[in-house]
């Protein structure tokens, strides 16, 4: 959580003039002092974060508020394009494996994109570990599941080194 995100191209030069630093300074703090690094004011770890705004930490309680709002924002754009509905939402990789705090408040965000969800806070804050990654109640209502899937990329990595290896 270093990097900026979504920012108008016209920054650089604007923050170049008014900062007094060259483009190249702008870009690099672009990519390595924004994003959840500078609105939390010095974490780019999620779990850190959320300790700080379980604490009543302001910033940290501000980076949560924005990281989640804007995930469910482009969340709710993708299941547009899907035509306006989906069979489920996956969380995977290190902040929707291991955050039942932004799963929970990101699927809330998107109640009116997702229908009728409920996560099932207990099997939430186990990750879905014995659940076969399901963290969702679903009722045959026709509500998408939720899902956590950890991700595992040596692997991937191996298994595509193998194949390559194998032609």
Not at 29 to 46: A, C, Q, T
Not at 145 to 166: G, N, Y
Request: charge should be negative.
């Amino acid at each position: 959580g270093t990097r900026s995100g979504s920012i108008d191209p016209t920054i650089v030069t604007f923050a170049a003039d008014h900062l007094s630093k060259s483009p190249e300074e702008v870009i690099s703090d672009l990519n390595k002092k924004s994003g959840l690094f500078s609105i939390s004011n010095g974490d780019n770890d999620m779990r850190c974060i959320e300790r700080r705004a379980t604490s009543g930490d302001e910033d940290a309680e501000l980076a949560l508020t924005m990281f989640v709002y804007i995930l469910a924002k482009h969340i709710a754009a993708m299941v547009v394009a899907c035509g306006g509905s989906v069979d489920a939402l996956v969380f995977t990789a290190g902040i929707g494996e291991n955050s039942a705090f932004v799963r929970k408040k990101t699927v809330e965000a998107l109640g009116a994109v997702l229908g009728n969800v409920v996560i099932d806070e207990k099997i939430n804050m186990e990750n879905g570990r014995y659940t076969d990654g399901i963290i969702s109640r679903n009722d045959g209502d026709g509500s998408p599941f939720i899902i956590v899937i950890p991700t595992d990329e040596e692997l991937s990595i191996c298994q595509e080194c193998r194949r390559f290896i194998d032609l």
